[in-house]
């Protein structure tokens, strides 16, 4: 077996291994340790007729690094949409417990009057998962469960979107090894993501988008590294809803 081969396989064989390496893209490595925002996972955008947009997921990838969840990813999101709609959006947050889709279930659960009145969920979700090696069955079973709550519980018409697993192999603050077990098992990840999908008439997957794939990331202490990967996603994420409800 090639020596990268075997390298490739180790790490996928310890989980271990990923995660005690795992300063990925939204981790920070500065001695003031992780910021999140500390006030209400929530938002509005003043317009008439607001949409109603439910986040579901871990706060790594939603808001970690920003100050004030006005530069969290859901905030750019909701601004983009209000912005070419002409409408308000009234926007929240369900965090993930531990950063698991496994927990995913039991907050839908928890959310059931909010979710009556949705026009849309969001879940972003996957990368603690990946980097913990979760198995492609268990996803599978997950996601699967996930849907099957909120399909009970949103309007007929409210779209899902599920946002896929962003490359791994772009984490700068991996070992080249880690980084490439890390991509391989994400795209596995992302594979089951888009066959689940396809038994939901009313969900969509929304790739990475491109411009956030271009080199490298490395965690710095720069808030502005942060909001600019929500403003993008969050920008991406916005088109992909809208181009669905046209």
Same mark, same amino acid.
Do not use: C, K
């Given at each position: 077996?090639?020596?990268?081969?075997?390298?490739?396989?180790? /790490?996928?064989?310890?989980?271990?291994?990923?995660?005690?390496?795992?300063?990925? !893209?939204?981790?920070?490595?500065?001695?003031?340790?992780?910021?999140?925002?500390?006030?209400?996972? $929530?938002?509005?955008?003043?317009?008439?007729?607001?949409?109603?947009?439910?986040?579901?997921?871990?706060?790594?990838?939603?808001?970690?690094?920003?100050?004030?969840?006005?530069?969290?990813?859901?905030?750019?999101?909701?601004?983009?949409?209000?912005?070419?709609?002409?409408?308000?959006?009234?926007?929240?947050?369900?965090?993930?417990?531990?950063?698991?889709?496994?927990?995913?279930?039991? !907050?839908?659960?928890?959310?059931?009057?909010?979710?009556?009145?949705?026009?849309?969920?969001?879940?972003?979700?996957?990368?603690?998962?990946?980097? $913990?090696?979760?198995?492609?069955?268990?996803?599978?079973?997950?996601?699967?469960?996930?849907?099957?709550?909120?399909?009970? $519980?949103?309007?007929?018409?409210?779209?899902?979107?599920? /946002?896929?697993?962003?490359?791994?192999?772009?984490?700068?603050?991996?070992?080249?090894?880690?980084?490439?077990?890390?991509?391989?098992?994400?795209?596995?990840?992302?594979?089951?993501? $888009?066959?689940?999908?396809?038994?939901?008439?009313?969900?969509?997957?929304?790739?990475?988008?491109?411009?956030?794939?271009?080199?490298?990331?490395?965690?710095?202490?720069?808030?502005?590294?942060?909001?600019?990967?929500?403003?993008?996603?969050?920008?991406?994420?916005?088109? /992909?809803?809208?181009?669905?409800?046209?």
């Amino acid at each position: 077996m090639p020596r990268l081969s075997r390298q490739i396989a180790h /790490a996928l064989a310890l989980p271990g291994a990923l995660t005690r390496a795992a300063e990925f !893209v939204f981790r920070r490595a500065d001695a003031t340790g992780d910021i999140y925002p500390s006030d209400p996972a $929530r938002g509005v955008v003043d317009g008439p007729d607001p949409d109603r947009i439910l986040f579901l997921g871990e706060r790594g990838e939603l808001s970690l690094g920003a100050r004030t969840h006005e530069l969290s990813l859901p905030a750019f999101l909701a601004r983009r949409v209000a912005a070419t709609t002409g409408r308000g959006v009234a926007w929240s947050i369900g965090g993930l417990p531990q950063s698991r889709l496994e927990n995913a279930p039991r !907050v839908v659960g928890t959310l059931e009057r909010e979710l009556r009145s949705v026009d849309a969920v969001v879940i972003l979700a996957g990368i603690t998962d990946a980097l $913990r090696v979760t198995s492609s069955a268990a996803w599978e079973r997950q996601l699967t469960s996930t849907l099957d709550a909120l399909t009970g $519980r949103i309007p007929g018409d409210a779209r899902v979107l599920v /946002a896929e697993i962003p490359p791994l192999d772009n984490a700068g603050s991996l070992s080249r090894a880690a980084r490439v077990a890390a991509g391989i098992h994400g795209r596995a990840l992302n594979r089951r993501t $888009r066959a689940v999908l396809a038994r939901y008439p009313r969900a969509d997957a929304v790739p990475f988008p491109d411009e956030l794939t271009q080199s490298l990331w490395r965690p710095e202490s720069v808030e502005h590294r942060y909001t600019h990967t929500y403003r993008v996603w969050g920008g991406h994420l916005a088109d /992909a809803l809208l181009r669905d409800n046209r």
